[in-house]
DNA sequence: AGGCGCATGTAAGCCGTTACATGATTCC
DNA sequence: GGAATCATGTAACGGCTTACATGCGCCT
């Protein structure tokens, strides 16, 4: 009933009003935040969401041909949000482009494979210094520490995010490893 | 040029001959392979390819009321995968449902909340197991300590299948005494 | 004067999912 | 006899990407 992507921008929702612009510009950048968007999308799916009660708009003063409005999320947007986090485990249909290129790598020579893991390599790692220093921040409000609040909720997959960009830089280095150790 | 699906077939394809009904099996099932397809797209995917002469086929016995087709990969083909696996860092659009509803999991009572992550983390450690499983086997396999040979893919792309497992299985854990620490 | 950020919307096209359609062989 | 597996295709639909369209306010 309600769409990976609606329960996205309610979960946005439920943590403070946005226009859609402001949504669509959290989506942009993915860090702290997991799931990305473009506007065009949001505004149809925002427009569906108001006919469903399950957010609301007041139209405030702002930039534009047409009037700014700022959304809300009503109760009955939470409730959908809570249905939509506690429902049935998802068949998940995996797609990893680093991987699958990397399942190729046999029909490069070995200093192109080690080219590619490189690359991926500081990708990982600059996607890691982002996440530990988003979650030092967070990690020093007092407010991370109540399972209610959601800076609670974004200290944890913070912190998901760390241990798995973590092991990916472990990872391509035991392969740069591997490649080195047999030319 | 060359779109993603496209790209995978050809990695399978690199590896050994295929006919589409084979390719949409090994598709349907993740372990081992990181990227999912439904014979649909399959199909039309292979015409593509053929049309380009990246593949071409020749017409065997079997089931079925049309002719069976058992596809392989050209020197084209061949070169092709090569370009696009060696191709510019991905832009990686980042989309993770299982972190998207923890992010809001601060809207539920926590005993909701850990059993949550309980979920999760089941889901995780069986993935793990069956990586492990496919690990073992491909690891036995002195082919694997070949980087011209496909096995030696293999081998790094389960490694790092394992790797990103355990460490979700630990950040689970991780989650579960953070929520038992504060009710 | 020009560029950037704010702000909202529509439209065309591509990719992926689900359903429709057909039929042979093998196993229980 | 019926179910599962092998085997190939088309069609409808929905989600995502890219491009088109408009225009105000602020900074340089």
Redesign the pocket.
């Known amino acids: 009933m309600t769409?990976?992507?609606e329960a996205a921008l309610l979960g946005v929702l439920a943590r403070g009003e946005n226009?859609?612009?402001?949504l669509?510009?959290r989506m942009r950048r993915p860090v702290g935040y997991f799931w990305?968007?473009?506007?065009?999308?949001i505004?149809?799916a925002?427009?569906a969401l108001k006919q469903r009660e399950l957010v609301r708009h007041t139209v405030i003063d702002?930039?534009?041909?047409?009037?700014?409005?700022?959304y809300a999320i009503t109760s009955a947007g939470l409730e959908a949000l809570r249905a939509f986090i506690a429902d049935d485990p998802e068949p998940a249909?995996v797609?990893d482009l680093e991987t699958l290129r990397l399942w190729s790598m046999w029909t490069l020579d070995p200093s192109g494979a080690r080219a590619l893991v490189e690359q991926a390599r500081e990708r990982h790692a600059s996607r890691l210094a982002a996440y530990e220093e988003e979650l030092a921040h967070v990690d020093a409000d007092p407010a991370s520490r109540n399972p209610r609040d959601p800076q609670f909720a974004s200290r944890l997959t913070l912190a998901g995010g760390v241990l798995s960009r973590r092991a990916a830089v472990e990872w391509c280095d035991w392969m740069l490893a591997e490649l080195r150790a047999r030319p």
Chains 1, 2 share one sequence.
């Open positions: 769409s990976t992507l226009t859609g612009y402001s669509a510009r990305t968007a473009h506007h065009s999308q505004y149809t925002l427009a702002g930039a534009g041909p047409r009037p700014t409005k700022r249909p797609r």
